[in-house]
Every structure is written in structure tokens, then in C-alpha cells.
């Protein structure tokens, strides 16, 4: 007998089909894996038998053989043990074959027969859509988020629950649909303790005015200033000031999520954009992604949201280095043995640091503590390449004292966010969909950000003046686009200009000479 069933490998986010056939032939009892499974697939084999036994299932004395297709794709993790197991059922008549077609299986099993949740859930949900497939099961624990790609989902509790509904003996009900776009622009992008108010903010109007200017365009940011200006709670209120994703933007944030196996429990819609703060000890693994079977790091975690490095230069110099290619492709390649997988990381950057170790360089009320050496060590750990590539440079000097002992003034996240979206929109209506300001390039960004004369004069100064590298050059492009877009103006005039040129020269950053 000779049984097929459907399931998929992961190729970065996006899932690939996967047929697995199980054939029970004359022979040794034994059973046997071919199709280029790793170690995890390997020990399905008992996963497999023991769950199967504990369901009143016992494996025929027959020579078994699993080939998992097409075999030059590598096998990973617990998550073929359902369709494994499922193929068996067929394969021993306990289950009829046409039951299997038109259905996507995967999951992982525990002894006792249970379905456990794994990875992948709403990539494979999104191909079992595309295939036009009628059914795709996956272990309770990722029902909500198969359900996610809105098409129909069972998600048993137990092997011998899925026999049941497969044969019809008690079918199950499928997931029910939550309606997301109303969940996500009814979203309050606040909450959570790392995310702050702007109305809370005192004083600070130059780095505000960065804030938004970042949100709006897309940019990356760089503050630097002495302990306790606010650059941490500055940062921590960017998340306030973007807008909502939009239900593609989620479902493809969700879909790095669940491959990375950090959507536990019921596995529901992300809809807040991610903001994710790695702290200075952490693996280039766990920024850049990979490991034996590839998962995306914080660089693709923070997608189409924020990556918030703090006290940047306590980074290791090569985690600062490998942040390059993401920055300037919006992806990252992750090569391991003969393979190679790219993850999304389309984030933006906002980096916090001090100008030197002690935090008091250039602070007319305090005296910088530091020797010239510390300086230059200090500075010579974020390079030139990497600074390029941050459009906005911002000096967060200290809080006057009479500021800090009024009430704060300022305008809300939330009357900030409406001005930053509606920025976002101009930009989509010109530059296309799903493309900002930061993201132009090439011919759109000389047609989108063309100067007039007088601005073009003002540039061409700076420029010989301030040695700018044509990276930056473009990137002050990108920024005055940005600004004049918040200003409403068709045309960048030379106070836009100007504007973005100045976001280029503020603070004293370590590695900025
Ligand atoms: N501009 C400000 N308005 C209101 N409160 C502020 C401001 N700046 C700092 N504070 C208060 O001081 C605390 C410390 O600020 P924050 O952690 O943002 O400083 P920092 O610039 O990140 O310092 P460090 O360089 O030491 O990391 C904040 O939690 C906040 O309570
Ligand atoms: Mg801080």
C-alpha cells in the first residue's frame, strides 16, 4: 500500500510543497527515511510509533519506507511527524486515501498523541490558499494563526480527534475567521512598558522633529548626547508615531514570527509594527539570524517596524558590521552548507549613544572626564560605512533645568502619528506602493526629490565643505523629500533643504571625526 499526504518545507518565510509517501512493503519489519531528512525528522520515527500506539494504532510488522519529496530539499525540525503519521493511517487502510487530497498537514506529535504547535503555521496557510487547497490541519496551539491566510483550518487537539474528522466519524469545526482589518486600525499602536508617550517628553523640540521626520520618511536615526537627556525615552516613542500596518505588512510580519517559533499560544495577527531592542551582549546570531535550522534574528523580527539599538557603540564591531546589508538591501542572506535563505529586514534604525565614555564631551555645564585615547577608541567603534548609512544625526544636549521643572508642553504621539500618515500616504500616491522616502533610489529619487537652482547651489556647498560621501548626498535627498512631504509642498525648497542638511551635522557622534 502506498500512501501520499501534502505538507511543505520552509524556505526562508515562504513555504514549499512537500509530498511525503509512505509505503508498507514485503520484508524485515523495519522502517526507513530517505529524502534528505535531518536529525530532528529523523527521530520522528518514534515520536511517531509511540503516538500512534498510544492512539490504539500498532505499525504493521512490514519493511515502512518514508521518502519525503522532492528529496534535494532539506527536511527540517518536528513539524512532518503529523503528516508522517497520517500517511501511515492511510497506508495501513485505517483511513481512506482521497481523505488526504486537497489537504495540507503538518505538526508535531508528543508521546501520548497530542499535536504541539510548531513554526511555519500561517507560510504554510498562505500556500494552501495559493494552491486553492480545502482543508489545512495543524496542531490546536496554531489554529488561530492558520487561520490567519482566510481559508479553512482544523486544528485537532489529538491524532485520534483528526481520525475521527477524517473519516467522518465526528468532523471537526473549522477555526473561526476574526475579522483583522478591524483589529488593526482599531489598534492603539501604544501599550506595553516599553512604549512611551511624546507628551511626556519636556523640551527636546530639535530631536522631536528628528522623531518625526524618521517616522514619516522611514529613516534611520542616530542620537547622541549625555546620560539622562531622554534619548532612551525618546526612542521608546517611536512606536507611537508610525502608523498601523496594513493587513499585508501583518500578515507578513507574523509570517517571520512564526517561523522564528515566537508565536506561542494561540498564535494570533501581529498587529502592532515590531519594536525590538537587542541588548549589546547579543549573539550576531541573534541579531543577523541563522543556526543549524535557519531562523530570522532581531534584524528581521524588527520588519517593517523598529530596531532600536542602545548605547550603539557597546555593540561588537562585527554585529555593527553585518547590520550593512540589511540596511541597504531591506533583506539579509543567511548561507549555511550549500544552501543559502534570505528573511525580510526592512526596519528602520534608531541608535542611541554618548559622545565619549563618561557622556560629558561637548557639555558646556560638565567637564568630559575622558583622556583623547578613550575618545578615539571609543569613536573608532562605530564606523563611517555604518554612519553613512543613518540619514539623520541628532544631538540630544542636556534638559535645561527651568524646562524640567515645568510641565511638559509638547504635542502627543498620537497628534504626531496623524501628520506622519498622512506623510506615509502622499509618499505611497507617488512613489509607489509600499515605497518611502528612504527606500528611493535611482532614477525615482532624482525625479521625486529634483532641486530647484538655489537648492541644488546649497547642496553643492555643503557638499564641498563637508566632504559628503554620494551616499549622503543621496540620503539628504531623501531626507528633504521627506521633510517638504510633511510640509505638504509638491516641490523641496531650499528650507527643506537646509533643514536635512543640518540633520546631518548635529551631535558629536563617536566615529563622526
Ligand atoms: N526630555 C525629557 N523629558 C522628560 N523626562 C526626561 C527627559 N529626559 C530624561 N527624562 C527622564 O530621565 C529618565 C532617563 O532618561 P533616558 O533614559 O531617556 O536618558 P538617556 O539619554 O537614554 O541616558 P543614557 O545616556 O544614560 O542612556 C527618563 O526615564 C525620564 O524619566
Ligand atoms: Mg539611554
Known amino acids: 500500500m502506498l500512501a501520499r499526504v501534502d505538507t511543505i518545507a520552509l524556505d526562508g518565510i515562504r513555504a514549499i510543497p512537500v509530498e511525503i509517501e509512505v509505503d508498507l512493503g514485503r520484508g524485515l519489519p523495519m522502517l526507513n527515511m530517505v529524502g534528505l531528512p535531518d536529525g530532528a525528522v529523523r527521530e520522528a520515527k518514534d515520536r511517531v510509533r509511540a503516538a500512534l500506539k498510544n492512539s490504539g494504532v500498532q505499525l504493521p510488522a512490514r519493511r515502512i519506507t518514508i521518502n519525503l519529496a522532492p528529496a534535494d530539499l532539506p527536511k527540517e525540525g518536528s513539524a ?55 482543508e489545512l490541519v495543524v496542531p490546536v496551539g496554531n489554529g488561530v494563526e492558520g487561520a490567519l491566510a482566510g481559508g479553512r483550518v482544523v486544528a485537532p487537539e489529538t491524532l485520534l480527534e483528526l481520525l475521527r474528522h477524517l473519516t467522518g466519524e465526528k468532523p471537526l469545526d473549522p477555526v473561526p475567521r476574526t475579522d483583522w482589518l478591524k483589529a488593526l486600525t482599531e489598534e492603539e499602536p501604544r501599550g506595553g512598558t516599553m512604549i512611551r508617550d511624546l507628551a511626556d517628553v519636556k523640551g527636546q523640540e530639535h530631536a522631536r522633529r528628528a522623531l ?122 543567511i548561507s549555511r552548507a550549500a544552501r543559502s535563505t534570505r528573511f525580510p529586514a526592512h526596519f528602520q534604525l534608531v541608535a542611541a549613544c554618548n559622545p565619549c565614555p563618561c557622556g560629558h564631551l561637548g557639555n558646556p555645564h560638565r567637564q568630559c572626564r575622558c583622556s583623547p585615547i578613550q575618545v578615539e577608541r571609543y569613536a573608532s567603534r562605530l564606523s563611517g560605512p ?128
Open 80 to 134: 512532518y511527524d503529523l503528516p508522517m503519521a497520517v500517511g501511515l493511517l492511510a497506508a495501513m487502510d485505517l483511513l481512506p486515501a482521497e481523505k488526504l487530497r486537497g489537504r495540507l498537514f503538518l505538526g508535531e506529535l508528543a508521546l501520548d498523541g497530542r499535536l504541539k504547535p510548531v513554526p511555519g503555521c500561517l507560510p504554510a496557510a498562505l500556500l494552501a490558499r495559493d494552491l486553492g487547497l480545502e
Open 212 to 333: 518625526e521626520v524618521a517616522a514619516a520618511g522611514g529613516h534611520n536615526l542616530i542620537m547622541s548626547g549625555p546620560p539622562g537627556s531622554g534619548k532612551t525615552l525618546l526612542a521608546r516613542c517611536m512606536p507611537g508615531i508610525l502608523p498601523a500596518l496594513t493587513l499585508e505588512e501583518a500578515l507578513e510580519v507574523t509570517a517571520i514570527h512564526s517561523v522564528a517559533g515566537r508565536l506561542e499560544g494561540r498564535s494570533p495577527l501581529l498587529t502592532r509594527r515590531p519594536f525590538r531592542t537587542p541588548h549589546h551582549t547579543s549573539s550576531n546570531v541573534a541579531l543577523i539570524g541563522g543556526g543549524g535550522i535557519p531562523r530570522p534574528g532581531e534584524v528581521s523580527l524588527a520588519h517593517r517596524g523598529v530596531l532600536f539599538l542602545d548605547e550603539i557603540p557597546e555593540f561588537g564591531r562585527s554585529a555593527l558590521e553585518s547590520l550593512r546589508e540589511p540596511l541597504e538591501a531591506g533583506d539579509v542572506g
Open 386 to 513: 555604518l554612519l553613512d548609512r543613518i540619514d539623520l544625526h541628532v544631538g540630544v544636549p542636556p534638559v535645561p533645568p527651568e524646562t524640567l521643572t515645568e510641565l511638559p508642553n509638547g504635542e502627543s504621539s498620537a497628534m504626531v502619528r496623524e501628520r506622519v500618515t498622512e506623510a506615509r500616504l502622499t509618499q505611497m500616491r507617488r512613489n509607489g506602493p509600499g515605497v518611502l522616502n528612504a527606500d528611493l533610489d535611482g532614477v525615482p529619487l532624482h525625479r521625486f526629490a529634483a532641486l530647484d537652482a538655489t537648492s541644488r547651489d546649497l547642496l553643492l556647498m555643503a557638499s564641498r565643505k563637508l566632504g559628503f560621501s554620494a551616499r549622503t548626498h543621496n540620503r539628504i535627498l531623501k531626507v528633504s523629500r521627506t521633510i517638504a512631504d510633511l510640509d505638504r509642498a509638491e516641490a523641496i525648497h531650499s528650507g527643506h533643504l537646509a533643514e536635512a542638511i543640518q540633520f546631518r551635522m548635529g551631535g558629536r557622534f563617536p566615529g563622526s571625526g
